[in-house]
T-cell receptor, first 116, second 111 residues
């Protein structure tokens, strides 16, 4: 079965510093997508960044970047120059290729706190 | 281009009542997904619909829960005879590919 695992329930970072959130996954697909979503206190799910597995280059969106290691099935999110507004729950997700290929499978999330 | 709309944002029901949650997908999106989020947990898939069709309802409880996405109008998630365990945030997402865009969610509280 396809799985997504986030092993860090909580993380903390000092404002302006860098933090890395971990995610591992398991899939039998050779080409697939991976996503990081942010859920602030408003609870709105916001897509932060996406990675296509066939692309060698790690995805980057402004201060957010990923470290995608396909062989290790690892997909970590790096947040540089952390800001107070980055405080949120972060969820790693992957499409359910074993099912109807529509729904996303989410990890349990990492709660990120940013200290001023 | 308006995002995914959900209403109501908050819904309070007494045990035994019915809850109806509505979702309007983004313009041009024909795929709708419903997810449930219990406190301190990630989102869990419930059902995947296209216009007038249920594609995958493998995540939805067999009893009391139903979903539809009619030709006209929003998608509806219906929970009959609600129980306290149904209290959760219910999110709708729409897509035209693998990338899904989420609505703000409906927080259901069963008293």
């Amino acid at each position: 079965a396809q799985t997504v695992t986030q092993s860090q329930p909580e993380m903390s970072v000092q404002e302006a510093e860098t933090v890395t959130l971990s995610c591992t996954y398991d899939t039998s697909e050779s080409d697939y997508y991976l996503f990081w979503y942010k859920q602030p206190p408003s609870r709105q799910m916001i897509l932060v960044i996406r990675q296509e597995a066939y692309k060698q280059q790690n995805a980057t969106e402004n201060r957010f970047s990923v470290n995608f290691q396909k062989a290790a099935k690892s997909f970590s999110l790096k947040i540089s120059d952390s800001q107070l507004g980055d405080a949120a729950m972060y969820f790693c997700a992957s499409p359910n290729y074993g099912g109807s290929q529509g729904n996303l499978i989410f990890g349990k999330g990492t709660k990120l706190s940013v200290k001023p | 281009n308006a995002g995914v709309m959900q209403n109501p944002r908050h819904l309070v029901r007494r045990r035994g009542q019915e809850a109806r949650l509505r979702c309007s997908p983004m313009k041009g999106h024909s795929h709708v997904y419903w997810y449930r989020q219990l406190p301190e947990e990630g989102l869990k898939f419930m059902v995947y619909l296209q216009k007038e069709n249920i594609i995958d309802e493998s995540g939805m409880p067999k009893e009391r829960f139903s979903a539809e996405f009619p030709k006209e109008g929003p998608s509806i998630l219906r929970i009959q005879q609600v129980v306290r365990g149904d209290s959760a945030a219910y999110f709708c997402a729409s897509s035209i590919g693998y990338e899904q865009y989420f609505g703000p969610g409906t927080r259901l509280t069963v008293t």
